[in-house]
Structures are given as C-alpha cells and as structure tokens.
C-alpha cells in the first residue's frame, strides 16, 4: 500500500527524449492504468518506477520515500511482465518461492546442496512454503505447483506470474502490458479477474497498456501519455467524456470518435459542414475540429446526410459506416437497435446533440462550449 | 516413366557415395583396430590383410598397460579436461552476461576484441604462454595444462549468442526478486543455456582431450601425460615402434569419448549443430 509520487521525470535514449519531464502521483490503493500508443514511453516510466532503468532527471518517491539509487528489489515492489518472465526451468512453487526465498533465506542458506542441511533453512522454507500455497490457494493454482512454466497455457503462466508478484506483498504492483499476449476472449476474462484482485488487495496499481479498452474497464484512473508527455489523467468517464486534447478523444474510444472540420465565426459561434451549430464559444475565429462519438450521432433526422458505405452488425449493435457527399470524409454511427438497419449505399439523415460536441483548436486542445438552448432533453451517454 | 527409373538411381548413387565417405573415415579406425589384434611379425608382414591370422589384441593390451601406466594417463585426461572446462564455464557465462545484458561503456569494443581472439590460432601464442608459465614456474605441473585455456574466448562467444536470445524481462524479473548480477548468472542464465553449455563443453572437452600439442610442449614427468602423449610413450626411435601395442593405446583412449558419444549422440549433434563447427 503506497503512493508512488514522480516529479520532473526526464528520459532520453541516445539523445532522443523519450520522457520530457513527467509529474504525476498515484494515490494508495489506486488502479491507475498509464496508457497511450507504442513508443510513448509509458513502458519506460513504469520501469523507471521499478528502478530497472534510471532517469536522467526527476525524482521518484514511494511512500514519502526518495527511492532514486535505490535497486529495484529494495523498493518493494512487484512487477509483472507482459511475456510473464517465468523461470523457465523452475516449478511454479519454486517460480513463487523465489521472491521469498531471496528475502528470506541468507546466502549461506540459499546455497544448493550445503543450504539445505541447515536447520534454520528448514523451518523458513516451512514458512515459505505455507505462503505460496496460500497465495496458490487464492489465485487457484494449486494443481499446477508442480508443472514448468513451459507446460502452462498462457493465462495459466498470468497468474502465476501475478502469484509471483502478490507473494512478497509488495507497496505497489506493476504491470506492463500483462495480457497482451493473450488470446482476445481469455483477456476480457483476466481484464476482470485483475480488477477484482485488485478490490481484494487494495493495493496501489500500476498497469501499462496500449489498450484503451482495458484501461477504461480495469482503473480507477487513467493517465494518457503521447509522445513521452503525459497530456490527461481522470476517471475513465472523464478522460472519455471531456478529452482535454484530440489525441487523447481519439485514442480512447472504440470506434474512434468523428472528428468533422468546422469553423468558428465571429460571433462565437460553430459551424460544422457549413450548418451552425446551436453552440457558441469565446475562442478566437478560424478553423477547429469538431469531435462527436459514434453512439451520439442520431441517425434518420438531422440537418446532415451521408450514404451508408459500409455496415457491421455485432448483434447487440451495429456499427453504419458513412460517407458524406461533397466533403470527402467517413463517419461511423453506433447503433443500438440492430433491427432497423439502413440498407447500403442509401442516403441517411443525421444529426447530433449540443451537448455531444467536443470542439478542439488546430493545435488539438479543447474548447469550451456554451449550448445556446437545449433543443431537447437527452439522457447523458453511458459509458 | 523415367522418373520411377531415376528416383532409385539416384538414390543409389547417393548411398554409394555416402558409403565411400563413410570408408574413408572410418579407414584409420579400422586399420587401428586390425593392427592392435595382430602380433608383431604378422604387422610387418608384406602382404596387406584386415583380419589377423594369429589374434593378438589381448597380449598387445596387455603390453600397452605394462609398458605404460594407461589409466593414470587417462585420470589425467579427465582431470585436466575437467578443470578446464569447469574454469572455462566460471569465466565465460559471467563475461558473456556482461557482453549480452548489462549496458556499459566499450562493451562494443570489447566484444569486439573476444572476436579478435577467436581469430588468433593458439599456436601462435604458444610461445609467449610457454615463457609465461616458465617464468611463473609452473612448467610441467597440471596448471600449465589448465591455466592457458581457462579464458575460451569462443566459449564467451558462444554464450554471449545464446543470451542475447534470453528475454530482458526474465533478467529484470530476477532483479526484481533480489537476485544480485552473479546470482543471476548462475540462477537465472546458466539453468536457462543448458544446451549451449552442453554443446560447449562437449566441444571443450574433446579439443582438449585430444590435445596433443600443447602438453608436449610443457610435460616432462611421465605421470603427467595426458592420453595423446601416452600414444607417442610407444615411439622409440631405437628399439623400433612397437605398432601393436601403440595401437592397442590408442583404442584405449579414445575409448572414453566413443563410448560418451554413443550414450550422448543426440546431445553430441545438437551440439555441433549449435556450434556450428566440426
């Protein structure tokens, strides 16, 4: 249980940046997924974290501790990684027992023939071992203690992985994209198993992933990172509903949210494929994108239309691919009623409530929206 | 229809080959077998035959342990073989380690000098080495046997390949559960290149085993031969060769390899295979 706070954290490979100076503290007890496309240096920052690299600035302190300097292993924390990084040629019993054995044992009693004569060996390997089958226990893996790592299927190798790391109760868990390398139907499992060992541990997480799926459905928070910066960090809700910048809206999100060219006029007000918006705003006049997310594009009335081009139907709902005339540009629709589907290449008629705008400036950052008046009461998008 | 002809010619013709390759090699081996089983007189007879008339392997067996002390020179082969490669192993998977996963200054550099050193025959340096251990005192003693082939820069070569196949994240796990760097080389990365060690040491102990050269150079006492040198024990320029029992020698000591390798022939070719050398 701890707070992991960063500040000023700079990193650079070879002179290219790959952290450009990151502040951010995780609370006790938070899930906290660090999250953003390949290469934004969030692998980086959890290892820096771990102390398995060093900084080149900045200071990292877990639980009011400065920890810089400080080996990975006396920071007490635990990692798990996304190829699992079994012992290959250790049991799963032995795979867990390392962490405790390397605590607990001293060198003299770690050593392989003599080590094992000694009494005072004997009563800790005791200890270890009602530990591991205890953690065995919880993460139900008991049958398998005494199989190799190479004799597991891949959410088998997970968890005991994750026994690995819980073993040695560590202030905070990390984990680098841990399901990565797992099939898409046993991640969405492991997605829940992780979270509700989480609520079981109230332990401080840390978790790395590139994808925004798991992100949104595992944390209690999400940093978003681009680019070796950290530009957004909040609830899932509030990275989803109030991106503070166009990377971050069409990073989060699946299918990616429409971005529309618009135009903000004089007045105030915004233009969007030359139809006014019942919106207004204080930024300066000129061009802006204009964001909506497919589930809150109505489809059948509105002020736009487009020819459907394409149509996925996932059952419990469908995805309408539109292309709208005269402007180049694609958009998709969410559709919850699978049963009234448009037929393809027909003309559509859509619109889209004020208050599902999300207006962004060239340089990508949010501008804030005043709706004028509300045309019709909407109930707020569940996400 | 020509095909169906071709395909057994073919086929033929391969395994005649083969066979003949297989002769070839197997000649000296036969020859050896065939003078170790025959008497003296019949040796130096003129007419060529394979398969004695008079059998005569027991007496020449005989002889070649009398005349020599055959299993203190074949002890000694497994000592000095031993030592070398246990040396060898403590020297190389630390080095190679540092080679593959540790990021530090010159480490291209001196990687690059480990295959410089693979280029240089050992010949070449024999004398230096040979001045070296003189001036050190330790001529004609075990440790001018072991010491110069302790640093294999192709073992470090061969294991540094090999760990750089080894996952990052298996290293930093180890880091993240205690393990110190030395710990990790014996916990982490030597369980985890036991086929490279194998095919290492296979390659280690059959060059050194077989060595004849350099334990010339620095033997004088008899009771530190190794068993190539036990082989020329039978050449005496005065009283004549005596071939059988030089020959019965010979099968003696390379006995031990030919029976480790038909125990270990799959390990012995994964090996070579890994290697990539004969």
Not at chain 2, 245 to 262: N, S
Request: with cysteine; aromatic share 8%; glycine share 8%.
């Amino acid at each position: 249980m701890a707070q992991i706070e960063l500040s000023a954290i700079r990193k650079s490979f070879d002179g290219t940046d790959v952290l450009k100076g990151i502040d951010f503290r995780v609370e006790d007890g938070e899930f906290i997924s660090l999250v953003g496309p390949s290469g934004c240096g969030k692998s980086t920052l959890l290892r820096i974290i771990a102390g398995l690299e060093p900084q080149n600035s900045g200071q990292v302190h877990i639980d009011g501790r400065h920890v810089d300097g400080i080996r990975p292993s006396a920071r007490n924390l635990a990692m798990v990684f996304q190829s699992y990084a079994l012992y290959p040629h250790l049991s799963t019993f032995d795979n867990i027992a390392v962490p405790l054995r390397m605590r607990r044992l001293s060198a003299v009693e770690r050593l392989p023939l003599l080590g094992a004569l000694l009494p005072s060996r004997r009563a800790k390997e005791r200890h270890i071992r009602a530990d591991v089958a205890g953690i065995a226990e919880q993460l139900d893996i008991t049958p398998l203690l005494r199989r190799k790592p190479g004799q597991l299927s891949g959410g088998q190798r997970q968890r005991v992985a994750v026994g690995r790391a819980m073993v040695r109760e560590p202030l905070a868990f990390l984990f680098d994209e841990p399901l990565s390398n797992l099939d898409a139907k046993l991640r969405v499992h492991m997605r829940a198993e992780l979270a509700e060992l989480h609520r079981r541990l109230k332990a401080t997480f840390v978790y790395v992933t590139h994808d925004q799926a798991e992100a949104m459905t595992m944390s209690s928070r999400i940093a978003v990172m681009m680019g070796g910066e950290l530009i957004q960090a909040g609830t899932p809700a509030e990275i989803y509903n109030d991106p503070g910048d166009i990377r971050v809206a069409e990073f989060i999100g699946s299918p990616k949210i429409n971005i529309l060219p618009g135009r903000i006029r004089k007045d105030g007000g915004v233009d969007v494929l030359g139809t006014a918006l019942k919106l207004s705003c204080s930024a300066a006049a000129g061009d802006c994108r204009v964001g909506v997310r497919p589930e809150r594009i109505d489809l059948g009335a509105g002020p736009f239309s487009g020819t459907v081009v394409h149509l996925e139907n996932l059952g419990a709902e469908a995805f309408v691919h539109l292309a709208i005339e005269g402007a180049g540009l694609r958009l998709i629709a969410r559709l919850a009623d699978v049963r009234h589907l448009p037929a393809m290449a027909s003309s559509v008629a859509f619109g889209f409530a004020p208050d599902a705008v999300r207006v962004f400036d060239p340089a990508g950052k949010r501008i804030e929206l005043r709706v004028e008046q509300a045309e019709r009461i909407r109930e707020p998008a569940h996400v | 229809m020509s095909n169906a002809h071709s395909i057994p010619f073919r086929a033929i013709l391969r395994h005649v080959l083969l066979i003949a390759g297989a002769a070839l090699m197997l000649a000296p081996f036969i020859w050896m077998i065939s003078t170790a089983s025959k008497p003296q007189t019949e040796i130096f007879s003129s007419e060529l035959h394979l398969i004695p008339h008079q059998f005569a392997l027991a007496e020449n067996l005989r002889e070649a342990f009398a005349k020599a002390n055959l299993l203190r020179f074949l002890l000694n082969g497994v000592i000095v073989t031993v030592s070398i490669f246990v040396l060898q192993v403590m020297v190389a998977l630390p080095a190679a380690y540092a080679l593959a996963k540790l990021r530090f200054l010159g480490r291209e550099t001196l990687f690059a000098l480990v295959l410089f050193g693979i280029l240089i025959p050992p010949q070449a340096t024999a004398i230096p080495v040979f001045l070296l251990l003189h001036k050190a005192g330790l001529l004609d003693s075990y440790a001018a046997l072991v010491l110069p082939f302790t640093i294999s820069v192709f073992g470090i070569f061969l294991m540094r390949q090999f760990f750089k196949t080894v996952p990052d994240d298996l290293v930093d796990a180890a880091r993240m559960d205690g393990i110190s760097e030395f710990g990790i080389v014996w916990r982490v990365m030597l369980p985890a290149a036991i086929p490279a060690v194998t095919a290492f040491g296979i390659f280690s102990v059959v060059a050194h085993w077989n060595d004849y050269f350099w334990p010339l150079i620095v033997l004088n006492s008899e009771q530190l031969r190794t068993p190539p040198l036990a082989v020329a024990h039978f050449r005496n320029n005065e009283a004549g060769t005596s071939y059988g029992p030089l020959m019965a020698a010979a099968m003696v000591i390379i006995a031990p390899l030919v029976i480790a390798f038909l125990f270990a022939q799959r390990r012995f070719i994964e090996g070579i295979t890994l290697t990539g050398i004969k």
